[in-house]
């Protein structure tokens, strides 16, 4: 499960959320990324370091588009669909797709933000397979 390789890049690797999910989901779906091309998510975390969108989020919308944007996303039959399906499955859960309204029902001082990453993971592998 994509969460399984998610929780050794932000428990043992100490990664923030956005790089986790990048990290993984690179791991997990071959994307082929180099260490360069998921560095440049890394300010992603902590809602773009402000508490707005989730990186976790972000993260996962990057990998969609890696997994369904050929050359354009405007020329991509699939992307909206499913990143659309992504943040209404993520919605459902928080109510929000905003770290500042999300922390407060998830974050834990010792975990981190550990159950918003094994949230985000479970929803994206959930639209991916259904797609």
Request: with cysteine.
């Amino acid at each position: 499960m994509l969460k399984d390789t998610a929780l050794k890049y932000y428990t043992e690797q100490n990664y923030n959320c956005a790089e986790t999910l990048i990290r993984a989901a690179n791991e997990y779906y071959d994307l082929k990324l180099h260490d360069r091309d998921m560095i440049m998510l890394g300010a992603y975390g902590g809602g773009i370091q402000t508490g707005n969108t989730c990186g976790a989020i972000l993260a996962a919308v990057s990998v969609l588009s890696m997994k369904y944007v050929e050359k354009k996303a405007h020329e991509s039959k699939d992307i909206k669909p499913i990143t659309t399906e992504l943040i209404r499955k993520f919605n459902l859960k928080y109510s929000s797709i905003l770290c500042k309204d999300i922390k407060p029902q998830s974050f834990d001082h010792e975990k981190r933000c550990l159950m918003t990453v094994e949230s985000i993971c479970d929803i994206l592998e959930s639209v991916i397979n259904d797609h």
